[in-house]
């Protein structure tokens, strides 16, 4: 697979207080992917950040393109239309991946895999965190469906299906990840889980949401049958700007 170009996206919102250990944690591990010969290139969406995190991805070696409207979808999406990468990598701005599952990531892609995402693993070890995190990677690994944390698909078959779905303001990787197991299913290639090197993400909202709102936020979803992901009002717990 000479001749491979990754694309590593990161969606940014008011994320200039972590944003240069991501971009650290991507850097360090980037070489796995050139010891194979595969070329790679850093894209930081700014998605109308009222700090500094425009700087600091520029400072932390990345490209960055900005997406004036506040939505992760939309982020997502222009970062990838910036991408000429053969493969989109989409990383979070508050996870950090590690040599080890760039390097299983290079494997899946080189067993054929059309689209894949990684376990999660917090940076908090408290029960909550710990039985939150069990509960969704068990959902992953059954249904197929990525964390938005850490997601990497085959470029040509996402603009084909059209990226992810602006109509969302949460819960748009879940979306993409059905669309994707139809193509996968046509095509006979595999949706790749990965499970033995986990993405650390930040366990943040944790902290800063209280179980009630939490719980709150999942009763409504279940009771309108998701139809409050296309909110954003209802969505607060990405757009309220709490950080």
Same mark, same amino acid.
């Given at each position: ?37 595969? #070329?790679?290139? +850093? ?7 009222? =700090? !500094?995190? %425009?700087?600091? $991805? @520029? /400072? *932390?070696? &990345? ?47 080189? #067993?054929?895999? +059309? ?7 917090? =940076? !908090?070890? %408290?029960?909550? $965190? @710990? /039985? *939150?995190? &069990? ?109």
């Amino acid at each position: 697979m000479d001749g491979v170009t990754v694309s590593v996206l990161v969606p940014a919102f008011n994320e200039g207080g972590g944003l240069a250990q991501t971009l650290a944690g991507i850097r360090d591990a980037l070489p796995v992917f050139h010891a194979r010969g595969w #070329a790679t290139e +850093l894209i930081v969406c700014d998605n109308n950040s009222t =700090d !500094d995190t %425009a700087a600091v $991805a @520029r /400072a *932390g070696g &990345a490209t960055v393109v900005v997406e004036p409207i506040n939505q992760i979808a939309r982020a997502r999406n222009r970062a990838a239309s910036a991408a000429a990468g053969d493969w989109l990598l989409f990383v979070d701005a508050d996870s950090l991946p590690s040599p080890a599952l760039f390097a299983e990531t290079a494997r899946a892609i080189e #067993a054929g895999a +059309l689209a894949g995402g990684a376990l999660v693993r917090m =940076d !908090d070890r %408290a029960v909550a $965190a @710990r /039985a *939150g995190v &069990a509960i969704w990677n068990a959902i992953s690994v059954t249904m197929r469906w990525a964390a938005g944390s850490y997601v990497f698909v085959d470029a040509a078959v996402f603009r084909e299906i059209g990226g992810f779905d602006e109509a969302f303001y949460a819960s748009e990787e879940v979306d993409l990840f059905r669309r994707l197991k139809r193509v996968a299913r046509a095509r006979r290639r595999p949706i790749a889980i990965l499970r033995r090197h986990r993405i650390v993400t930040s366990s943040r909202k944790l902290r800063l949401y209280t179980w009630r709102e939490t719980a709150g936020f999942l009763f409504r979803t279940l009771l309108s049958g998701g139809r409050t992901l296309t909110r954003r009002d209802a969505c607060f717990v990405w757009y309220d700007g709490r950080r």
